[in-house]
């Protein structure tokens, strides 16, 4: 019977997914529909945030506003996941559930890993810390997440260098 289910979107508001979820595997737990409703999933990443030179690990919802439902689609599975709190209705044309193709959910089951993300982009002023050069300004001139790098033009002593930096050794001047 499981052959039959399929990955279905449904949409909530912005907020209420984990609400949402537990509301569903609950309702799925107290009538017992193990069998029709099989799993129910909030996509999140991992994504590491470096702000003043200070490093963070933070989990975020990759669709925000969404939950993903492993299900068999009946009149009885779709009016209990309807009537449940937050849920505004499937994702689909006229809100009729809509099954995602297999190659939306390979898409969707791809690990999306862990991202960095920094307050600070390529031109803005920041201060290096951290290092020999602590103190020293400088003019970023490139990001280069997937080395965890930055490339920092340094006026030093009269002169213009270029050096890299490990993200994390840069803080952002506020103008």
Do not use: C
């Not at 470096?50 to 939950?67: A, L, M, N």
């Not at 810390?129 to 930055?150: K, P, R």
């Amino acid at each position: 019977m499981s052959e039959a289910a399929k990955w279905y979107v449904i949409h909530t508001y912005s907020g209420y997914e984990n609400k949402v979820a537990q509301d569903i595997e609950k309702v799925v737990e107290n009538r017992k529909l193990h069998d029709l409703i099989l799993e129910v999933q909030v996509p999140t990443e991992k994504v590491t945030e470096i702000t003043d030179g200070k490093t963070k690990e933070v989990e975020r919802k990759t669709f925000p506003g969404y939950v993903l439902l492993k299900m068999i689609y009946t009149d009885d599975t779709w009016h209990v996941v309807k009537n449940i709190r937050g849920v505004t209705g499937f994702v689909g044309p006229g809100s009729e559930p809509t099954p995602l193709s297999e190659k939306e959910v390979a898409a969707l089951g791809v690990d999306l890993g862990t991202s960095v993300q920094v307050n600070y982009e390529v031109g803005d002023t920041v201060t290096i810390s951290g290092t020999a050069m602590d103190g020293f300004s400088g003019i970023v001139q490139a990001i280069n997440l997937e080395d965890g790098t930055v490339d920092v033009m340094i006026s030093m002593f009269g002169r213009e260098t270029a050096a890299t930096l490990q993200l994390n050794q840069v803080i952002r001047q506020d103008d």
